[in-house]
């Protein structure tokens, strides 16, 4: 049987494509202008809202274009460098409270979430890390121990003789499972933080593309397609799409790409075969293979290929294709096709430029989400507890100092 056609719309854009936003006219001033609609736009622009300031999210695109809503979904509360790693390079200090910061924010965003009664499909599903070799499978168990012992989660070791109780292949070398972890769709959850923003009176203005800010003495004055705004304080929350023109941003990121894909449905016994816990699974490569089961369809979601630099659809659809057949060779999947990769840029690095930006002094500030929702909620959020007097700047001296850098890591690393 030949397989159908490739689709490349995006898999979550089905039930969440993004969504034209304009408001009949903005207004002159807003106490703050966010450029980006993404999460950390919209949830710096929730806590704002929420203290009564005044607010205006500007988007290039429509908003829902980024990679909020093109992501793989999964909820975790790690960095991209393992525990072990990052302590051996900066100290026990500063690995401790970066972990600290993720840990908080991963269970925040769940609260949030919760909270708010976003219906984004939220699950407390758990996730197997795959080893991708007998000597990633002893590290990992290693690196299990010490979570478990500096910060209490909990982990079960799974041999490569019971892999296939969690993950139907027999490319990896056993893995962990991480049972707290969890996953939601990643399109719904931003929807719903779209519409929350819309609620409590935010301005979002899609197709509007920010292409200049000028800082003065008592605003900031931002030019865009619609003509120019001041506010008191611009955010600037444009993920690896900054563009070269906001050059002190720009440089402080390091924008890779990133793909997903979907298989065709699968009969029932087959999709539940696969991934029979249900869980996320990913792999310890640096450049990790994920597979999890779409929330909403008998399709497995899966990806990997990240920071191939490939922009060209069939290309990434054929890499994405040879990846799912060495890890669930075609004979387990025989009519399967992709549908929809994504290719959106994402930064590496959480928090620091937040930090930076606040530590200069500088008037403006990008907050950066990293490789995981944790990290995107908190400094999203942190904007709240940055809140600027009615009609002042944003101070530079805060009570947020969060950590200083994640390096973009190589060797061992977890995701996200
Ligand atoms: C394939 C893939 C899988 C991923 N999987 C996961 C995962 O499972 N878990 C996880 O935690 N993270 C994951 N990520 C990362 C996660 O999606 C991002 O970190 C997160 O969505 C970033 O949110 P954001 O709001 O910072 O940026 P975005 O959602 O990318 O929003 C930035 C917005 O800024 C806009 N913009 C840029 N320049 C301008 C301008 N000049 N004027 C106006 N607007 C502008 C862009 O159009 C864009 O809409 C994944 C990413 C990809 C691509």
Known sequence: MSARPISFEHYWWRV????????????????VAIVGSGYTGLRA?????????????????????????????????????A????????????????????????????????????????QRCGRY??????????????EMEVMK?????????????????????????????????????????????????LRLGGAVSGRTEVTGIESGKDSVSLSTGRGSIRAGEAIIATNGYTPPGFAWHAR??????????????????????????????????FNIDFFRPAPDSNRILFGGATGSGLSDNRAIAARLKRILASILPSSAMSHSTMSGPANAPAPSTICRIWDEAIGSGTR??????????????????????????????????????????????????RWP
Not at 112 to 118: D, M, T
Request: charged share 25%; net charge positive.
């Open 16 to 31: 969440a494509a993004p969504e034209p936003a304009a408001p009949a006219a903005l207004a002159q001033h807003y106490d």
């Open 45 to 81: 622009a929730i806590e704002l809202l929420r203290a009564g300031r005044s607010v205006v999210v500007l988007e290039r695109e429509d908003p829902g274009f980024g990679a909020s809503r093109r992501n793989a979904g999964y909820l975790g509360r790690g960095l991209k460098k």
């Open 83 to 122: 525990f072990p790693k990052l302590r051996e390079k900066y100290g026990a200090t500063y690995a401790r409270a970066a972990y600290a910061e993720a840990g908080e924010a991963f269970r925040s965003t769940l609260e949030f979430i919760e909270k708010e009664g976003i219906d984004c499909r939220l």
């Open 129 to 142: 890390i795959a080893a991708s070799s007998a000597q990633h499978y002893e590290e990992l168990a290693g």
């Open 149 to 197: 012992r500096e910060f209490g989660y909990e982990f079960s070791l799974v041999p490569r003789s019971r892999q296939r109780e969690e993950f139907a292949s027999d490319a990896y070398h056993g893995g962990a499972v991480l049972t707290a972890l969890g996953s939601l769709h990643p399109g719904l959850y931003h929807k719903g933080l779209l519409a929350l923003v």
């Open 252 to 285: 402080r990121l390091i924008p890779f790409t990133a793909y997903m894909a979907a298989t065709e449905p699968l009969p029932d016994e087959r999709f539940a075969s696969l991934i029979p816990a249900g869980r996320t699974v990913l792999d310890t490569n």
């Open 364 to 413: 403006l500030a990008t907050i950066s989400a990293g490789w995981r929702w944790a990290a995107i909620s908190v400094p999203g959020s942190r904007a709240g507890s940055w809140i600027p007097p009615k009609g002042n700047r944003f101070s530079s001296s805060t009570r947020f100092r969060p950590c200083r850098s994640i390096a973009a890591s190589r060797g061992s690393c």
